[in-house]
């Protein structure tokens, strides 16, 4: 914050005034079910960004970010929010002002903000929900606006799906602007019912693995797995009085499933409602510290992502399956979106470096350089820092 705050008064002459943090976040289990309906499993992570602001006379907005320095000063004005490609990562900054703007008049004037994260670029440990929830934040302090948590946990969303155009869930906004120090959250994201749940594993920890392979959201197969989705939910609907994938169980797609007439179909929509199965039994394997069952169900979601859904990859494939084979590891699975970024190991503390031995040993050999490991905590969602 120290640093944050001179690179503020280099770049601005001026000294902010609110300064907070927003984590970035891994999901436990429950991957591609946010969109379907169903259960998700998220914790906040003490990896994510930092940022401090400061209002100004005029309507000018500043952000700068010290993970994207060759991109210098973005500026923008109150009066136009529109998306431009130019604008680059400061688009996600822009998104969130632009519908605060919308709903919140007293927002009036501009305001200078600097930033930085760390959290790996591209990792999948969703950067850019921590970067919107985070400048919502900040503008709220600013202005010191009455606002929900909620309401800006959902114009996080909206930010991905109109702005940014990523029919992505609510799960990774919500886990940002909801997360509990030490607790994950078993969300229904069909209706936002929550639960903070202990993340206490006993002798176990929870390692991040990154492939250090970058993925583009926006323009991976993301929206595609959506859509088909939508497909087979349309053709299930024909039999099934449901809203949503997330609502049908694994006993009542078995019955019905020969009414989708595509084979990709019917697996996505396995995918969505087995995943949905593993995450409300991982909630009550953890209730019971049951560790070996919780690791299995891990174990089983990375093979469903891998044949059913299809989005895991080489990478992904070799972090997880290598990890799997580590005596110590009772599970692992990769986490977040898919096709790149992160998978999580389930790993007896005392086996956490012949897990990183081995798994980078099979990583190197298979795909040619090192994966990376975090071993990190898990912690509260955005907040103020008070400054010290």
């Known amino acids: 914050m120290s640093h944050l705050k001179e690179v503020f008064n280099e770049q601005f002459h001026a000294e902010p005034t609110v300064f907070a943090f927003a984590p970035g976040r891994i999901n436990l289990i429950g ?12 914790a906040a992570i003490e990896l994510g960004t930092y940022g401090v602001a400061r209002l100004r006379e005029d309507d000018q907005i500043n952000i700068y970010s010290l993970n994207f320095k060759e991109t210098g000063v973005m500026s923008f004005s109150l009066s ?28 009036n004037q501009g305001f200078d903000i600097v930033v930085e994260g760390n959290i790996p670029n591209g990792a999948s440990l969703s950067s850019s929900a921590s970067i919107e929830l985070l400048t919502g934040h900040l503008v709220t302090e600013l202005f010191e606006l009455q606002i929900d948590r909620l309401e800006l946990v959902k114009l996080g969303q909206r930010v991905e799906n109109q702005f940014i155009g990523v029919n992505s869930g609510i799960m990774d906004q919500f886990i940002v602007g909801f997360g509990r120090r030490d607790h994950a959250i078993l969300l229904d994201t069909h209706t936002l019912e929550y639960h903070h749940v202990p993340t206490e594993f006993g002798d176990y920890k929870i390692s991040i693995m990154n492939t250090n392979k970058r993925r583009e959201l926006a323009e991976s197969k993301y929206n595609e797995r959506r859509s088909e989705c939508e497909a087979a939910l349309k053709l299930l609907q024909q039999r099934l009085d449901v809203s949503a994938l997330g609502e049908i169980s694994v006993a009542s797609f078995e019955a019905n499933q020969d009414v989708i007439d595509s084979d990709v179909l019917r697996r996505r929509a396995r995918h969505a409602i087995t995943e949905n199965a593993r995450t409300k039994a991982a909630y009550q394997a953890l209730q019971n510290h049951d560790f070996e069952t919780f690791g299995q169900l891990l174990n089983a979601s990375h093979q469903s992502l891998k044949e059913d859904y299809e989005v895991t990859g080489i990478e992904l494939d070799t972090l997880a399956e290598s990890a799997q084979a580590v005596e110590g590891v009772l599970g692992a699975r990769m986490t977040g979106a898919g096709f790149a970024g992160c998978a999580i190991a389930l790993v007896h503390q005392d086996k956490i470096q012949e897990l990183e031995r081995q798994v980078t040993e099979q990583y190197v050999k298979t795909v040619g350089y090192a994966p990376s490991f975090y071993h990190v905590d898990i912690v509260d969602g955005v907040r103020t820092i008070i400054e010290q």
């Open 80 to 107: 136009d929010l529109s998306y431009q490609k130019k604008h680059q990562w400061a688009n996600y900054p822009k998104g969130m002002i632009h519908y605060l703007v919308e709903t919140y008049p007293e927002i």
């Open 31 to 42: 991957e591609h079910t946010d969109y379907n309906g169903g259960y998700v499993f998220p």
